[in-house]
């Protein structure tokens, strides 16, 4: 895909969506992060009905450690891998409280050191909660980018660089946000929306549904 046509694409989706935002609920970047480690293998949906529970109770590192284990599942129950998402975050906030004094920290490192938080939710992170222009590459993203030919690649990570190395620098703070949502509602994985797609013309998927 040549430039122009990559740029053409990001310009309709801003143009769109001038201000994107993630589906997830938050307030603070410590909410962010518990919300996108529940949100692997579950809908934003179902991970905002469990945090409208869990918040108002605990949203704080310190707060959260002291449910333990047993007492932070049950508000989450509803979510997939439950259990062993309350390992995590229990053993994240005591991490958290203890080497960070309870914030949490603006760089990658710190981030993938804490269980549960791999590259993908470190990148949500640094990129919504700190404005840092990462690429979170989930399966909306990687279906988008080789589909549409954006950023062809056989895995999250090549899809990842390629679409830093060739997103236009004005897009690169939001263009996350615009792929995700452009795979969640649009370009989905069944059937995807091609005539009601404000980039088909621009699309490089050759069974495009017209």
Same mark, same amino acid.
């Given at each position: 895909m040549n430039p122009a046509k990559r740029r053409e694409i990001f310009s309709r989706l801003r143009a769109a969506n001038p201000h994107p935002a993630t589906?997830?609920?938050?307030?603070?970047?410590?909410?962010?992060?518990?919300?996108?480690?529940?949100?692997?293998?579950?809908?934003?949906?179902?991970?905002?009905?469990? /945090?409208?529970?869990?918040?108002?109770?605990?949203? /704080?590192?310190? /707060?959260?450690?002291?449910?333990?284990?047993?007492?932070?599942?049950?508000?989450?129950?509803?979510?997939?891998?439950?259990?062993?998402?309350?390992?995590?975050?229990?053993?994240?906030?005591?991490?958290?409280?203890e080497l960070h004094g309870s914030r949490v920290p603006a760089e990658r490192a710190a981030l993938e050191a804490l269980p549960g938080v791999g590259r993908k939710t470190a990148n949500v992170v640094l990129n919504t909660a700190f404005g840092q222009p990462t690429m979170a590459v989930d399966t909306h993203i990687f279906r988008v980018a080789n589909r549409t030919g954006l950023a062809p690649g056989k895995t999250v990570l090549e899809v990842e660089k390629k679409l830093l190395k060739t997103i236009p620098a004005e897009f690169r703070i939001d263009a996350h946000h615009w792929l995700i949502l452009h795979g969640r509602y649009v370009c989905q994985a069944r059937k995807p929306k091609c005539p009601a797609c404000l980039i088909a013309d621009l699309c490089e998927y050759k069974d495009k549904l017209v």
């Open positions: 589906e997830l609920e938050y307030a603070t970047p410590f909410e962010l992060l518990v919300a996108v480690v529940l949100s692997a293998q579950a809908t934003d949906k179902g991970v905002n009905l469990a /945090t409208r529970r869990l918040f108002p109770v605990a949203n /704080t590192p310190e /707060t959260i450690y002291a449910l333990g284990e047993a007492g932070l599942a049950d508000y989450i129950r509803t979510i997939g891998l439950y259990k062993s998402k309350a390992r995590h975050l229990i053993a994240a906030c005591r991490m958290l409280v």
